[in-house]
T-cell receptor, first 114, second 113 residues
Framework: SAVISQKPSRDICQRGTSLTIQCQVD?????MFWYRQQPGQSLTLIATANQGSEATYESGFVIDKFPISRPNLTFSTLTVSNMSPEDSSIYLC???????????FGPGTRLTVL | GENVEQHPSTLSVQEGDSAVIKCTYS??????FPWYKQELGKRPQLIIDIRSNVGEKKDQRIAVTLNKTAKHFSLHITETQPEDSAVYFCAATRGGGADGLTFGKGTHLIIQP
């Protein structure tokens, strides 16, 4: 399967600031997604990162709060804007179409907002 | 949109016994159903998946069954071992896996020695 890395692996941020999370894949993939996993909870899809166009957001998530870029077939960023303690979560990217026809997850970024 | 229900939320079994986790989904157009295992502090790992054109799939001690009519699918783990202890998530989606996944709430599987 594709090797997926995320940066940073964890961060502690002050409320009102923004953090950009990077997701890098070692091979070209068809699809990239961003998920959120709140402490002790399941995974929730934030958006599909579309290469060369605006991301497709799920209900409850908006571009102003979670701007996403995908400039090529191996890289995507998720920004968490104007953070509040409620944004404290693990943010995971997943990829589809690199090898095999299933989704694989990156290691996640653990975000704590104070 | 899709809604996935997962039961039970916690399952404790004796080592060597079998474990069964059940999920139901709401979207009849969903055609891909993966299962992920997540150990504490780690990323979800795919352990098995099934597509809507088959009713059952096995991989060693793990099997998944799918009933499209009833819109439910189940994970079966036989001869459980301590390393099977983890949180298990079911998911469903359209597009054969190329669409975003809707997850169940997870099952914490505890293997008692």
């Amino acid at each position: 399967s594709a090797v997926i890395s995320q940066k940073p692996s964890r961060d502690i941020c002050q409320r009102g600031t923004s953090l950009t999370i990077q997701c890098q894949v070692d091979s070209q993939v068809t699809m990239m997604f961003w998920y959120r996993q709140q402490p002790g909870q399941s995974l929730t899809l934030i958006a599909t990162a579309n290469q060369g166009s605006e991301a497709t957001y799920e209900s409850g998530f908006v571009i102003d709060k979670f701007p996403i870029s995908r400039p090529n077939l191996t890289f995507s960023t998720l920004t968490v804007s104007n953070m509040s303690p409620e944004d404290s979560s693990i943010y995971l990217c997943s990829v589809y179409g690199g090898s095999g026809d299933t989704q694989y997850f990156g290691p996640g970024t653990r975000l704590t907002v104070l | 949109g899709e809604n996935v229900e997962q039961h039970p939320s916690t399952l404790s079994v004796q080592e060597g016994d079998s474990a069964v986790i059940k999920c139901t989904y709401s979207d009849s157009a969903s055609n891909y159903f993966p299962w992920y295992k997540q150990e504490l502090g780690k990323r979800p790992q795919l352990i098995i998946d099934i597509r809507s054109n088959v009713g059952e799939k096995k991989d060693q001690r793990i099997a998944v069954t799918l009933n499209k009519t009833a819109k439910h699918f189940s994970l079966h783990i036989t001869e459980t071992q301590p390393e099977d202890s983890a949180v298990y998530f079911c998911a469903a989606t359209r597009g054969g896996g190329a669409d975003g996944l809707t997850f169940g709430k997870g099952t914490h599987l505890i293997i008692q020695p």
